[in-house]
C-alpha cells in the first residue's frame, strides 16, 4: 500500500443463505467484483488466481456484453485450467446479469460446482459497468469493487452502490497517481467518510506487495465461510 496508514478488514457479516449444496456438502464461497471498465478488474482476477490457486480449489466466471473476451485473457495466462474458467455472455448492460436476472451467471456458477469436486472459493468477475453495480446476494456472498487512480480522484467521493456498499473497495493502479495527478491520500479521505468503516485497499499489480492485501482479505472471507 502506497499510504501510511494500516488496512483493516473488519469483520462483516454480509454471506448469502444456503451454505450447503443438496447432498449436504458446503458450496463454495463466491465473490463478486464489479467496476468499471478498464478499471483492472481481469487483472486482479488474475492475480487472485496465482496467488491463492494452491491454496484453494477455485474457478472463475466471467462477463462480456458480447464476447468472451476476459475468460480468453485468463486462458492465455494460464491462471487457471482451461475447465475452471467459463464465460457468460450478457447480451445487455453489466449489472443485469449480476443483479437484475442472475440466471445466466448463477447457471455457470453451479454448472462448475458440479463438474469441478469440492470448489472452495468462485470469482465471478462483472463486465465493465458503472458506480452503481452491485450483485445480488442471490449470486455472491461477498463483493469486492475495483476503481482505478487514471478514473480521477474525485471517484471515491461520487459515491455509488458500488463505491459505498461493496465489501471491500480497491483502488487499483497507484502506480498510475503521479502521471495522472490523483491525490491518494485525498481518495483514501473521501472513501473512508463514503464506506462508513467498510473495507479500502490501495494496490499496484506492478508493486511487489501487489495483490497481497486482497489475497488476505480474501483468505478471511473463505476463512469466516469454512467456519460458519
Same mark, same amino acid.
Given at each position: 500500500m502506497h499510504l501510511d496508514h494500516a488496512v483493516t478488514f473488519p469483520h462483516r457479516h454480509t454471506h448469502s443463505a444456503a451454505p450447503l449444496r443438496p447432498d449436504g456438502s458446503r458450496r463454495a464461497l463466491r465473490i463478486g467484483l464489479g467496476g468499471p471498465v478498464g478499471s483492472g478488474k481481469t487483472a486482479t482476477v488474475a492475480a487472485l488466481c496465482r496467488e491463492l490457486r494452491t491454496t484453494y480449489s477455485m474457478a472463475v466466471v466471467t462477463n462480456d456484453i458480447y464476447t468472451r473476451e476476459d475468460a480468453e485473457f485468463l486462458l492465455r495466462e494460464a491462471v487457471l485450467p482451461p475447465e475452471r474458467i467459463t464465460a457468460v455472455e450478457t447480451g445487455a448492460c453489466p449489472h443485469t446479469a449480476i443483479r437484475d436476472d442472475i440466471s445466466a451467471n448463477l447457471e455457470a456458477v453451479e454448472e462448475l460446482e458440479e463438474s469441478l469436486d469440492? =470448489?472452495?472459493?468462485? &470469482?465471478? *468477475? %462483472?463486465?465493465? $459497468?458503472?458506480?452503481?453495480?452491485?450483485? %445480488? @446476494?442471490? =449470486?455472491?456472498?461477498?463483493?469486492?469493487?475495483v476503481i482505478d487512480v487514471a478514473g480521477g480522484d474525485d471517484i471515491p467521493r461520487k459515491g455509488g452502490p458500488g463505491v459505498t456498499t461493496a465489501d471491500l473497495l480497491v483502488v487499483n493502479k497507484t502506480d498510475l497517481a503521479p502521471h495522472v495527478g490523483s $491525490? =491518494? $491520500? @485525498?481518495?483514501? @479521505?473521501?472513501?473512508? *467518510? +463514503? @464506506?462508513a468503516g467498510?473495507?479500502?485497499?490501495? +494496490? %499496484? &499489480?506492478?508493486?511487489? *506487495?501487489?495483490i497481497g492485501p486482497v489475497a488476505a482479505w480474501v483468505r478471511e472471507q473463505v476463512a469466516a465461510w469454512v467456519s460458519r
Open positions: 469440492l =470448489l472452495d472459493l468462485i &470469482l465471478v *468477475e %462483472s463486465g465493465g $459497468d458503472n458506480l452503481t453495480a452491485t450483485f %445480488s @446476494r442471490g =449470486l455472491v456472498d461477498a463483493q469486492i469493487f $491525490d =491518494l $491520500d @485525498r481518495m483514501a @479521505r473521501d472513501a473512508a *467518510e +463514503q @464506506r467498510l473495507p479500502v485497499t490501495f +494496490q %499496484s &499489480l506492478r508493486t511487489p *506487495e501487489g
